[in-house]
């Protein structure tokens, strides 16, 4: 059992492992040691490290007290006071802090932080087993692309390991006119057959594509794993997998604030495939994995800072919209932060509306006591909407529904600016379509007239999206 706490550099960056295999061996050794784990989780004024306290029990149904000692250390530290990341299960979210003090890094509240991220060790490994490669070999590869200004795809000479490890994206899904290459690499000839079949342009080929490696999230070392007859050359396949591309993440703290620190929210992407894999997300993984410890120096990670046009008005008095369900909340703490710096230092502040959704209050409220915190001080009109905690769902789009005299009295009354954060997908069209409806009903306007209204928005800055799928 483990008990994983954060707050300095990372959301995890202690954490205490106890270990027995007896649990009843266990039980008076973790009574005794609750004080020096309370301890570890204070920070310098006494107070338990802001939140983010995770208990993992590891255990196996059967036991006869399974993960009692997790749920018992999981209740006394709550009642301590120690407040919780996430309730047991489920998605995890990391709250992220990166020291730049040092670096020529600036940042403002809305900007990006972009990451390259490591791959996984053991898939690097598996990919050089199929393709019989010797790893620490080094080798050079030279574009052929005559249009192309670099001589290498990536830094060379390498080695297969190097470039497999940082410069290759091997969990991609693999695009059709890979397949057709790996095609020829087979030794039986159904493989071969197949592969063909799949990566073809003929509608039933299309269709075997789509479910054998979309619908089945199979990557390429899925793809070698389950034809054992394929085994292309290692040189080959660094010459067809896409460069692995940097992550970027919104901003979630405001550099008025910690201007040697950039915050991010992070959602742990790890799901499982239908041919029973655990895949997981190349960068958000890589930032799990990286607990700093006591005495030891902080983990690196290789950032930079992207800049955005994602902006709070230049005056703050100029009221706001923020509509930010799930991990969309990110760049709106920052923002809010800011707000609040600027009352803190005595100016006049406008109305702040945060929109946020999640799947259950008891869950995923990400942020919840900071929120909860501004809300109560009047620094945030705040909206929530829990989807799942009732029978039918709910989410921000509803509350906008119901919230149309606000919105027209910020956007179309007093000149505020509108923001969305979040799903590309659905939520951030769900909400620009309620935008129009509202500014059709209260502004009297056609639907042109009101689609150009949102256009006029968009050119002066006062409607903005930071939406990715
Ligand atoms: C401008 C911008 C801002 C962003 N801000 C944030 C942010 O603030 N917080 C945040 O968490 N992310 C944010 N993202 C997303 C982020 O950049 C990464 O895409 C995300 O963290 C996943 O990266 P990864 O390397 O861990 O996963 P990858 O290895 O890239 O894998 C992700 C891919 O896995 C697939 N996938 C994921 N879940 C499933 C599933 N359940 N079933 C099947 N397939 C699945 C999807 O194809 C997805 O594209 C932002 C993206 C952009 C472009
Ligand atoms: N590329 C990636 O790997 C990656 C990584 C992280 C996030 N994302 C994307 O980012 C989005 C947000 O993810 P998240 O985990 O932060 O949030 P989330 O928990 O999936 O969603 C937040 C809340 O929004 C609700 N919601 C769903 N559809 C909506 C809609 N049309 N309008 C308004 N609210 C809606 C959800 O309700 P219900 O779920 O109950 O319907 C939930 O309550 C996801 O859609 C995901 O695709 C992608």
């Not at 620490?136 to 692309?145: A, K, W």
């Amino acid at each position: 059992m483990s008990v994983l706490a954060g707050g300095a550099r990372q959301s995890c960056s202690r954490l205490i492992a106890l270990n027995s295999i007896h649990q009843q061996y266990l039980a008076p050794i973790v009574v005794q040691c609750l004080p020096r784990i309370q301890q570890l989780l204070l920070d310098h004024r006494g107070k338990f490290r802001r939140k983010y306290l995770q208990v993992f029990g590891l255990g196996n149904k059967t036991y006869e007290h399974y993960n009692k000692v997790g749920i018992y250390v999981d209740k006394r530290l709550e009642e301590l006071g120690a407040n919780r990341l996430h309730k047991a299960g489920g998605r995890s979210c990391m709250h992220v802090e990166f020291d730049i003090e040092g670096s020529k890094m600036r940042y403002e509240a809305g900007d990006h932080l972009a990451m390259y991220p490591v791959n996984d060790r053991d898939l690097v490994e598996r990919l050089g087993r199929l393709c019989n490669a010797e790893l620490d070999t080094v080798f050079s590869l030279i574009n052929t692309d005559t249009d192309s200004s670099k001589k290498h795809p990536f830094p060379c000479p390498t080695t297969y390991r190097t470039a497999l490890t940082h410069y290759l994206e091997i969990t991609a899904l693999p695009r059709t006119h890979i397949l057709k290459e790996l095609a020829e690499y087979c030794g039986e000839e159904k493989d071969k057959e197949f592969l063909r079949f799949i990566s073809s342009t003929a509608p039933d080929g299309k269709a075997k594509y789509q479910e054998w490696v979309q619908d089945s999230c199979r990557n390429i070392v899925h793809v070698l794993e389950d034809i054992p007859s394929c085994h292309p050359p290692i040189d080959h396949v660094c010459e067809l997998l896409p460069r692995l591309q940097p992550r970027y993440y919104s901003i979630s703290s405001s550099s008025k604030l910690h201007p040697t620190t950039v915050h991010v929210t992070a959602v742990l992407v790890k799901y499982e495939t239908k041919t029973g894999r655990l895949n997981k997300g190349v960068a958000t993984t890589f930032l799990a994995e990286k607990h700093p410890n006591d005495g030891e120096p902080a983990p690196r990670v290789p950032i930079f800072i992207r800049k955005s046009q994602f902006r709070l008005p230049p005056k703050p008095e100029t009221p706001v919209i923020m509509v930010g369900p799930g991990t969309g909340l990110a760049p709106f703490r920052g923002f809010i932060q800011e707000r609040d710096h600027c009352k803190q230092e005595g100016k006049e502040i406008g109305q702040t509306t945060l929109y946020f959704g999640c799947r259950k209050r008891s869950e995923d409220y990400i942020y919840e006591d900071e929120l909860e915190d501004y809300s109560k001080r009047g620094i945030i009109n705040l909206r929530v909407a829990f989807s799942r905690d009732q029978e039918k769902k709910v989410y921000v789009t509803h509350l906008l529904e119901q919230d149309s005299d606000l919105i027209w009295s910020v956007i179309g009354e007093n000149k505020g600016h509108f923001y969305i954060c979040g799903d590309a997908k659905n939520m951030a069209t769900d909400v620009r379509n309620i935008l129009l409806k509202v500014i059709r009903s209260k502004g009297g306007l056609s639907e042109t007239e009101a689609q150009q209204y949102i256009k006029k928005m968009e050119a002066q800055k006062r409607y903005s999206a930071d939406v990715w799928s």
